[in-house]
């Protein structure tokens, strides 16, 4: 059993790693900051965790699955980007896997703080991951649980693969049973109960850079069913990767196994992109690695073959394991963010205002100069009570100026005197492009209010709601409000749509 936090912070594990501070924990296992009081080095220890409630045949199968992690990772200790074993040792009949310390942060908190990164840096770290994945299946390993969470960025910007702890070698027997793995970034076969596949480590693979390059993931869904069932069936689109980032990623992505790019492939053309895209301009509001981590500032903390208790979905005899959480998304949701009417808008409704007055009053301005024949009264009359009618529309636009609101339960958009409300249950997919928001709507009877309208909210030829033009907002570029989407409208409303006809994977 683990001593609790406080109690366990000094104490030594085989006489010489002094325990300095707790870095994670999850279902299996905890993370700890330590220093080597042999070597005078710091260093990262993880200790297994057991539940009080375990069998003795679970705890049997436990331990051999956090020894075979430490004799997985050594295969591969010489490689820059898979994090180092230094030693294994026992402490009050458990074991402990003694690594090398990195002072980084996880990719899942980078994306969480900084949003979506530049396409040249999500193919560097792309080239340093499949590099470690390569190394690993050239070794006859399969990591197994691939994914943003498992993959940490150092102050220095290296990139390391972490938490064989799931891994597998090709002449071992598999410990567990069922599925292995976070569900969103798990390949379809994986839920056939086919034996894993290096290919599978490649879906996976693909399933980060589309949530390192979009900012969100391409499969998480409110639900496990639901996500699962975007796995098997869903063809996500890329938004911000320009090609050759692209094709790799949609590569990986392949349903079929025996279709998907190969890690060579991959490997070859996340190297070009990588090349490519660095010789471009990135977005100066995106963050690079290094950046990422100087952004997280006091928050930062330092992660080394880190177990998190998020969505690892580890499933044995059928059954999952306790103290597990559901998965999180990448951006939590503080509350709705509001993009008002432009000022140049609102500046020209009151110029409209004012002319309107203006025009209104022109006959009684007139009267008293110009002797008019008594029958020009109703004409003035008329003419005053048009221009008058008009100043109060634009007045009462000017009181109700144009606003977009994304919350966590609708979009809504205010334009002149209608008021535009989407539930979330009503939409399936949006995107924004062209500096329009594009809504796919989940139930096509609900587009009759936008039939025959030839401003926005109004229906394309393709059928696709044009909810609104974000010229026509104050602030609201196009990366700010992708960032808005995807920072509160999680997977109902962020992913990217799914394309009427999903493209065929590469031959």
């Keep these: 059993m683990t001593a609790g936090t406080g109690d366990a912070v000094g104490r030594r594990v085989a006489g010489r790693y002094r325990l300095v501070e707790q870095l994670g924990a999850g279902a299996y296992g905890t993370v700890w900051r330590a220093f080597d009081e042999t070597l005078d080095v710091t260093v990262a220890a993880k200790e297994v965790r057991l539940s009080p409630a375990a069998s003795l045949d679970d705890t049997a199968r436990m331990l051999a699955r956090v020894e075979r992690e430490a004799r997985m990772v050594a295969k591969l200790r010489d490689h820059p980007h898979v994090v180092t074993v230094l030693d294994v040792v026992r402490e009050g009949g458990l074991p402990w896997i003694i690594m090398e310390f990195i002072p980084s942060v996880s990719l899942a908190e980078a994306i969480h703080v900084r949003g979506a990164f530049p396409p040249g840096e999500v193919a560097r770290i792309g080239v340093a991951v499949l590099d470690a994945l390569t190394a690993a299946h050239q070794a ?299 809504i796919d709507l989940s139930d096509p009877t609900g587009a009759g209010p936008y039939q025959g309208r030839s401003e926005p909210p109004h229906l394309d030829d393709a059928g696709v709601l044009v909810f609104c033009v974000l010229e026509d907002l104050s602030g609201a570029s196009d990366d700010k409000v992708v960032a808005a989407l995807r920072r509160f409208g999680g997977a109902a409303f962020t992913e990217v749509p799914r394309p009427r006809h999903p493209p065929a994977g590469p031959t």
Aim: glycine residues 10%; negative net charge.
């Design 140 to 438: 006859g390993i399969t990591h197994r649980d691939v994914k943003p969470a498992n993959i940490l960025i150092g102050e220095d910007g290296r990139v390391v693969l972490v938490d064989f702890g799931v891994a597998v070698h090709a002449s071992e027997p598999t410990i567990t049973e069922g599925p292995i793995g976070t569900l969103a970034y798990m390949a379809p076969e994986q839920f056939g109960g086919t034996r894993m596949l290096s290919a599978s480590d490649l879906f996976s693979l693909g399933a980060t850079l589309y949530c390192t390059v979009e900012g969100v993931s391409a499969f998480s869904r409110p639900t496990e069913a639901a996500t699962i069932q975007a796995v098997l069936t869903e063809h996500p689109r890329l938004v911000r990767a320009p090609e050759p980032l692209a094709g790799a990623i949609l590569g990986f992505l392949v349903k079929d196994p025996e279709r998907r790019l190969t890690g060579d492939a991959g490997l070859a053309a996340l190297r070009v992109a990588a090349t490519e895209l660095r010789e471009l301009p990135q977005e100066s509001d995106a963050a690079s690695a290094s950046d990422a981590f100087m952004t997280l500032g006091d928050g930062v903390r330092a992660h080394v073959g880190r177990v998190e208790a998020d969505a690892t979905r580890i499933v044995v005899h059928g059954q999952p394991a306790p103290e597990l959480a559901a998965e999180a998304d990448p951006v939590e949701m503080t509350g709705p963010i509001r993009y008002r009417e432009a000022a140049l808008r609102r500046a020209v409704g009151g110029v409209l205002s004012v002319c309107a007055l203006a025009a209104a009053a022109v006959p009684w301005i007139l009267e008293p100069v110009i002797d008019l024949p008594a029958w020009t009264y109703a004409l003035a009359v008329l003419w005053s009570g048009f221009f008058g009618c008009w100043a109060g529309v634009f007045v009462y636009l000017l009181g109700r100026p144009d606003v977009l609101v994304l919350d966590e339960t609708s979009l809504r958009y205010r334009r002149g005197a209608e008021d535009h409300v989407l539930p979330r249950e009503q939409v399936s997919g949006v995107r924004v492009r062209a500096g329009r928001i594009e």
